[in-house]
């Protein structure tokens, strides 16, 4: 498969545009001046009173003809040189903003492309790179952000294990209870990874952006979680006060929010400790 063929760049091409558009004005500037000269030139004068009525009539032809191709060898070459020198300075923001292109990095999404006033179509090209700058620093910065929280959350469960298991290990008098108990332990901390890889999953999906946004009632939902986790309230107080309060968004990620939210709470509680869970709606 052969390669297509490289195309000019675009300040040839304008450069080139530049001097057509010169040559061929030259052209038609150098056709209306030099007719009246070779119709002045190909005009012979009539013979003088007593001389002999044989005098031959000259033609300038060949000097304007030189004369003007001299005259468009310049045009060409003045219109080049300045095409090119225009097409460089007007393409100028073009190569700031190459340049600046080249050096983003994910480390490094910060900086902005800083384009003179006067060119107003690059300077909304620079800016409209600069909100996609934004939004992919903000990007990046979440996912290095949710890596840092998985990686912390999960480490201390992990840890607890290993040495949970080690211990179990290392004690020649061992019994039937303490591996019993040792392997209640470890569901206890498998249940709580588990409820750790959902948050961080939900966590995850929040960073994305929401597709589905309708209108629902916070408290509904709220008064549906809590009653889902009655039995993980025993031996706690749980104090309600879910007054209607219209949201827009995407339910299952509010849910999922509240859920989080009443499992940290009723989990990390003291016991006869008290909950206070309230919805209300935002001041006016």
């Known amino acids: ?40 030139g190909n005009t012979a004068p009539g013979p003088a009173a007593g001389q002999p009525a044989n005098a031959q009539a000259s033609s300038n032809l060949p000097e304007v003809l030189r004369y003007s191709a001299l005259a468009l060898i310049v045009i060409a070459a003045v219109s080049i040189a300045v095409g090119w020198l225009i097409a460089g300075r007007a393409l100028r923001p073009l190569r700031v903003i190459t340049t600046s292109a080249r050096t983003m990095s994910a480390d490094d999404l910060t900086g902005r492309l800083r384009v003179p006033a006067a060119y107003r179509e690059f300077t909304e090209l620079a800016d409209t790179l600069d909100g996609l700058r934004q939004r992919l620093h903000e990007s990046f910065s979440a996912q290095r952000q949710f890596i840092a929280n998985a990686s912390h959350e999960l480490r201390t469960p992990l840890t607890v294990q290993r040495t949970l298991l080690q211990l179990t290990l290392a004690d020649p008098d061992a019994t039937a209870d303490t591996l019993r108990s040792a392997c209640t332990e470890m569901l206890a901390l498998g249940q709580q990874q588990e409820h750790l890889i959902e948050a961080l999953l939900t966590l995850a999906s929040g960073y994305q952006p929401i597709e589905r946004r309708e209108r629902f009632d916070l408290a509904d939902l709220t008064r549906k979680v809590v009653l889902d986790h009655r039995a993980q309230a025993l031996g706690l107080r749980v104090d309600t006060a879910l007054n209607p309060t219209e949201v827009t968004g995407d339910p299952r990620l509010v849910a999922s929010l509240v859920t989080n939210l009443v499992d940290n709470a009723l989990r990390h509680n003291n016991l006869g400790g008290t909950v206070e869970i309230a919805t209300a709606p935002p001041a006016a």
């Open 1 to 40: 498969m052969t390669e297509p063929a490289a195309r000019p760049r675009l300040r040839t091409r304008l450069a080139l545009l530049h001097a057509g558009l010169a040559f061929a004005c030259g052209v038609l500037l150098l056709a209306f001046v030099d007719l009246p000269l070779l119709t002045a």
